[in-house]
């Protein structure tokens, strides 16, 4: 069964610098595509970054604030996040998904529970 697990929230001061983690386990793939989202209070959720085999993509609102990496393992998501404000706070979520190499096949959208970043002026 696959699992996200998140981790790295938590409250700081507007201008932080918090590296949020997702470690990913069970899963029967050789490759996929990792991501951020995030979702406000009382909106929707919205792309943050993303990472394949490819290149790292990141929405227009985090670009330059921003970093996503994958750690040796692959396995493991980062995104560090710099220069925080508090349009910043919501819950983030990881995501696995994309497509394997293996199988030939589609992966589903597979989610974490998400870490909460409350960012305080």
């Known amino acids: 069964q696959v699992q996200l697990v998140e981790s790295g929230g938590g409250s700081v001061q507007a201008g932080g610098s918090p590296r949020l983690s997702c470690v990913a386990s069970g899963y029967p793939y050789c490759s996929f595509d990792m991501s951020w989202y995030s979702q406000a209070s009382r909106k929707d959720s919205e792309f943050v970054a993303g990472i394949d085999k490819h290149a790292s993509y990141y929405a227009d609102s985090v670009k330059g604030r921003f970093t996503i990496a994958q750690g040796n393992a692959k396995n493991t998501l980062y995104l560090q996040m710099n220069s925080l404000t508090p349009e910043d706070t919501a819950m983030y979520y990881c995501?696995?998904?994309?497509?394997?190499?293996?199988?030939?096949?589609?992966?589903?959208?597979?989610w974490g529970q998400g870490t909460q970043v409350t960012v305080s002026s």
């Open positions: 995501k696995m998904g994309g497509y394997d190499d293996c199988s030939g096949s589609p992966i589903p959208n597979y």
